[in-house]
């Protein structure tokens, strides 16, 4: 089966969306989506400094509540109903499953200490959430269990997250340095830089907690994002081995149209897993894939408008300056004078 959008044939019988002779120019408006990228950058960072991070309980200290049922499981949205009204602020609610023939499963309720707030005022409020629980549920069907949440454990649980995602950067700046060349470390880390940016940014705009849930999924945006970027900068890198006379620009843009069917096809395929727990999940899992989903919206259009337009700018840099890189393939054809190109040779039928 074959659709075919204007001179484009999108062939879906070997799955590829796109023909490899694609000549797109997708460097033609880099200069515009570099400044798009500038100013999601500059909101996020606005949504960041105005609004503040909302900083859940993993990270603030608090009280977790556990309520077991006896007696049938009611609703999730109905305890979140009942913890909203008790007016002890921020209550997140997480389901458990049931354990043993005679329970009913149960939620976990975790109580967030306020700003200024000290350790009896938490547990009040924690004594004042579960009044309102035994009275809308009945103190026969419900059993109550408590843990305290110390903040300072919080505050060093916030600090290894942020040196784990600073760790991942530096490590992969230090890799892709290695791996390619000097042109190419820096376009992918600000990239990366640039998708957790603006992913933190919509949540914190949105209103959403910052957990370690969401560690986990800036950390899983930085893996997703990096893959995607290589393959384009290791497709870039063979077309430039084979082509040494063709400009680094037309290079950009061929190795882009090479690898844009398996982009989408990929992108497709994570969004769709994606959506499907944003719109049926809930609870960290609703942040965890809305957070993903954000981060790979953004990777995708970063990997094409951010880390190869960047490249390309430390490239003329460079040059302006004097300074020429090749990669190590091209640095074996020009080194080794007995190099010859391997010759296919196929078999009569």
């Known amino acids: 089966m074959k659709l075919k959008i204007g001179q484009v044939d999108l062939s879906f019988g070997q799955v590829e969306l796109f023909p490899p002779n694609l000549k797109w120019d997708f460097m033609k408006w880099r200069h515009l989506w570099v400044g798009i990228s500038l100013v999601l950058s500059l909101f996020s960072l606005l949504a960041i400094g105005i609004k503040g991070i909302n900083y859940s309980i993993d990270f603030t200290g608090g009280v977790e509540v556990s309520m077991s049922m006896k007696h049938g499981l009611v609703s999730r949205e109905k305890v979140i109903t009942t913890a909203h009204t008790a007016g002890v602020g921020e209550v997140e609610v997480t389901s458990i499953s049931s354990v043993g023939k005679k329970s009913g499963g149960g939620y976990v309720l975790r109580v967030q200490r306020q700003k200024g707030m000290d350790e009896v005022q938490v547990s009040a409020a924690a004594d004042k959430l579960s009044q309102k629980l035994r009275s809308e549920f009945g103190t026969e069907n419900i059993d109550l269990s408590y843990a305290s949440i110390s903040g300072k454990v919080g505050k060093e649980e916030q600090m290894k997250g942020y040196m784990a995602v600073l760790l991942s950067l530096l490590s992969i700046l230090i890799y892709v340095g290695w791996r390619f060349d000097t042109r190419f470390a820096p376009g992918a880390v600000i990239c990366l830089f640039h998708d957790v940016l603006i992913a933190l940014g919509v949540m914190t705009a949105l209103g959403r907690p910052f957990s370690n849930t969401s560690i986990a999924a800036f950390l899983t945006i930085v893996g997703y994002s990096v893959t995607d970027t290589i393959i384009v900068y290791d497709r870039i890198r063979e077309i430039g ?53 954000i981060g790979v919206i953004i990777g995708s259009y970063s990997s094409i408008y951010v880390a190869a337009p960047l490249t390309l700018m430390l490239d003329s840099m460079l040059r302006r300056r004097g300074i020429v890189l090749s990669d190590g393939a091209k640095k074996k054809v020009e080194k080794d004078p007995n190099y010859i190109p391997p010759v296919i040779v196929r078999k009569r039928s």
């Open 241 to 293: 081995a084979l082509n040494p006379r063709m400009g680094l620009t037309e290079v950009v843009n061929k190795s882009i149209n090479q690898t844009m069917s398996r982009t989408v096809l990929t992108q497709v395929t994570v969004l769709t897993a994606l959506l499907v727990m944003v719109i049926w999940g809930g609870g960290a899992m609703f942040d965890f894939a809305l957070t993903m989903l």
